[in-house]
């Protein structure tokens, strides 16, 4: 149990274009979901806290605008990199958590690499 | 706030040996401390996590951490290494007082290699 997708793992994109990340709770209902950035050889860097059906909570320094998180349902929450640049290549990892329960449940990461 | 810190970049052991992963942290209540492994171009695997009773916690994979309050640490132990445990190991860490805002702390990860 607890399984977490992510769509796609791989994306490559031009300069300026906009790329959107999926990522779903297979087998439970997330309360909440959890968007990270990280960059090789690094921690992961927390973006923002999404509930359902709320918008989601930004760490400092993130663009909102630039990073749009959709958490429509209880098992699928979207990130869409808006007018992307080179610098936001990144591996991009989501992960959820249920109600009551410390832990979070990690996706496999996207890979998005803007040319 | 809420910090964590693993002091060692890199450790690596010999297959058959003992391991240990250090992970010390902060928090201004009491800790939800967690341990996750993270191979190559993959996200995450959740190991065990602490958040009350034993302090010995055993998880995943033959691995186990002992929450030691008085020296605020959580140290990720498995008494015989295998090849295949060579990947990054994320310690972290939630305020068990924070209420709804679930915010996770990461640790920088440690590198652990294991050499046949």
């Known amino acids: 149990g607890a399984v977490v997708s992510q769509h796609p793992s791989w994306v490559i994109c031009k300069s300026g274009t906009s790329v959107k990340i999926e990522c779903r709770s297979l087998d439970f209902q997330a309360t909440t979901m959890f968007w990270y950035r990280q960059f090789p050889k690094q921690s992961l860097m927390l973006m923002a806290t999404s509930n359902e059906g709320s918008k989601a909570t930004y760490e400092q320094g993130v663009e909102k605008d630039k990073f749009l998180i959709n958490h429509a349902s209880l098992t699928l929450s979207t990130l869409t990199v808006t007018s992307a640049h080179p610098e936001d290549s990144s591996f991009y990892i989501c992960s959820a958590s249920r109600e009551g329960l410390g832990e979070q449940f990690f996706g496999p990461g996207t890979r998005l690499t803007v040319l | 706030a809420q910090s964590v810190a693993q002091p060692e970049d890199q450790v690596n052991v010999a297959e058959g040996n003992p391991l240990t992963v250090k992970c010390t942290y902060s928090?201004?209540?009491?800790?939800?401390l967690f341990w996750y492994v993270q191979y190559p171009n993959r996200g995450l695997q959740f190991l065990l996590k602490y958040i009350t009773g034993d302090n010995l916690v055993k998880g995943s994979y033959g691995f186990e951490a002992e929450f030691n309050k008085s020296q605020t640490s959580f140290h990720l132990k498995k008494p015989s290494a295998l090849v295949s445990d060579s990947a990054l190991y994320f310690c972290?860490?939630?305020?068990?007082?924070?209420?709804?805002?679930?915010?996770?702390?990461f640790g920088i990860g440690t590198k652990l290699q294991v050499i046949p």
């Open positions: 972290a860490v939630r305020d068990i007082g924070s209420g709804g805002y679930q915010k996770v702390t």
């Open positions: 928090v201004s209540g009491n800790p939800y």
